[in-house]
């Protein structure tokens, strides 16, 4: 699938695909499975690996030979795409406040050009340009870093960019993690889709203001994800069907689930309960009983 059916075909969902986090250094939840393989076998629709170093490519719970093979490796055990997270930063601009060691930026997470073709060589299907907690992200350094991609990349990898938090930027916090301006600087400089936190899960995100951005980017010729980067993947189930109603109410094309519910994934019932909102018991069993062979 190349990268105009890869968005045609999640335009055609009409909001029904999840798009799980997990992040393959942690140990994973079963031991000796990956956490994107139970991620997918409780219907994630596409896996986003977090805090994935492409110069020291590991996926726990995933045997390789080659390290450099990996993500191919993990596409063939979960017939799932896959996507890397990238960190641009800004000369001069730092985070205010601290990070833990678990979070701290190595040379091979950063939203360098180097950094993506090497994402590209291993396989990934999309790169979301991003911000861990804590380590300085702004919306200045995606957007720059996306006209870099767009130029070199081309049609080679689908490009997301957004934030899910304030990543370490105060001023960009609340509801000025995204605004309309953002949207637009982000779609102009070449992201095929954009990232934009789920209502609920921000101080002041509304499903009122994150449906008026979708319908922006949308009439920008964009698709939109909206996503759950606060640990509230971890939340009870009733709140997580809160979060992906409204989430559906905004319109948006792609539903995310952060890896936070202990530490690697969401929880596996989250992933399950917002299936089951978003597109009822039938879609969702389908897609996971489905084989990977078909």
Known sequence: MKKDDFLKSISASE?????????????????DISNAELAASMGAD??????FDVNNPVINGVEC??????????????????????????????SSVDTDKNWQLSSGRQGTLENAKKAVDMGVDFIVLTGNPGIGVTNKAIAQTLKVYKENLGDQVVLIAGKMHAAGILTEAGENIITKSDVCEFASAGADIILMPAPGTVPGITTEYIRELVVYAHSLKKLTMTAIGTSQEGSDT???????????????????LGDAGYFGMALPENILEYGKV?????????????????
């Open 46 to 51: 596409i896996i986003l690996l977090n805090v």
């Open 238 to 256: 009733d709140t997580i069907k809160q979060i992906a109603l409204m989430c559906k109410m905004t319109g948006t094309d792609l539903h995310h």
């Open 15 to 31: 909001g029904r695909l999840i798009v799980t986090e997990t992040i393959g250094v942690a140990q994973p939840m079963l031991g």
């Open 65 to 94: 030979e080659d390290k450099n093979e990996v993500i191919r490796e993990l596409k063939r055990l979960t017939g799932r795409k896959i996507g890397i997270n990238l960190e641009p930063l800004e000369q001069g601009v730092t």
């Open 278 to 294: 978003i597109r009822g018991v039938r879609h969702t069993y389908r897609r996971m009983a489905r084989s990977i062979n078909r």
